[in-house]
C-alpha cells in the first residue's frame, strides 16, 4: 500500500513521549523522517530509537527562539525539506483557579502552549512554503468548554485554535494549517495532575466516564491517526479546522 507521507521530513515538537511520541511513530510508519524535538534531550533519543532509521533526536526548548531558529534550520538540513510542523510541545499548567494561579504559573503555560507554536511556526513557514506543506497544532476540547481548575490551560488552547485559523487565511494558497482538539489522553501529562495514591485510579476511571462515545480516555495513538489525516494529501481541501477527538466529551 502507497506510504501517505513518503519521502516527506515532519518536525514533531515534544516528541519525547505521550502523543507526541505517538504521532512521531505513525509519521514514520507513513514514510516520513521525523525530527523529534523535545527539550529533554533522552526522551528525544528515545522514541528516535523507536522509529527503525526514520527519526532524528534534536533537543530543543519551543518557549526559546534561538533555541527553535536552530532546531528548524537543523531539522531542514536532515532531508533538504520540511514539509510538515506538528506543535505537540504542552504543559498542564496550574491546576487551581484564577485567584490562585501565580503569574510564573501562567507565564509558563502561555509561554509553552501558545509561544512555543508561534515561534516553531515562524521559523518553519519558509521552508513549508517551499514545499506546500502544513502545519497541525495540537490544542484541546478545553480550548472548547470550561473546566475546573484549569486558570491558564484552557485559555491557551482557545487562543491556539485562533492562531491556526489566523495563519490559515494569511497562508492559504500555501500552506495549510489545522489543528487536533483531544479529549482526556492516557499519557505522563493526564498522570500528573491525578491525586495521589489509591484516588489516582478512580480519578482516571473518572475520566474515562466522562467521554460519552466509549466511556474510557483515548489512546496517543488514536490522536496521532488524525494527525496523520490533516498531515497528508488526504485533508487537501482543510485549513483552519479543528478535529475534535475527544469520545463526544463536548456534544453536551
Ligand atoms: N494528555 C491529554 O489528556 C491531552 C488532552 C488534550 C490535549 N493535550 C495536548 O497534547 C499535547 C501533548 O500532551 P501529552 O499528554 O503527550 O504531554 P506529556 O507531558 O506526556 O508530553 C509532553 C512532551 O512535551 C515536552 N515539552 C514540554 N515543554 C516543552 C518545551 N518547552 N519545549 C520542548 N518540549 C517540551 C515534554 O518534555 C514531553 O516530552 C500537549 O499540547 C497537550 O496540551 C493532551
Redesign the pocket.
Known sequence: MARRLRDKVAIV??????????IAQRLAEEGAHVAC????AA??EATQSLLAGAGTAIQ?????EP?VSAAILAAAALRGRIDVLV??????GPQVPVGETDLAGWQDTI???LT?PFLCSRHALPHLIATGGSIVN?????AFIGWPNEAA?GP??AALVQLTKGMALDYAGKIRVNC?????????????VLPEGAAAEAALAE?GRIHPLHRR??E?RE?ADAVLFLASDDASLITGGSILV?GGLTCG
Open positions: 515538537t515534544g516528541a519525547g513521549r505521550g502523543i507526541g511520541r505517538a524535538l523535545d527539550r529533554d526522551a528525544a530543543a526548548d519551543v518557549t526559546d533555541s506543535n505537540n510541545a504542552g504543559i498542564a509561554a509553552v502552549n512555543g495540537i490544542a484541546s476540547a478545553l490551560y491557551t488552547k487536533v482538539c483531544p479529549g482526556a489522553v492516557r499519557t505522563p501529562m493526564i498522570e500528573s475520566y480516555l483515548a496517543p490522536i475527544d
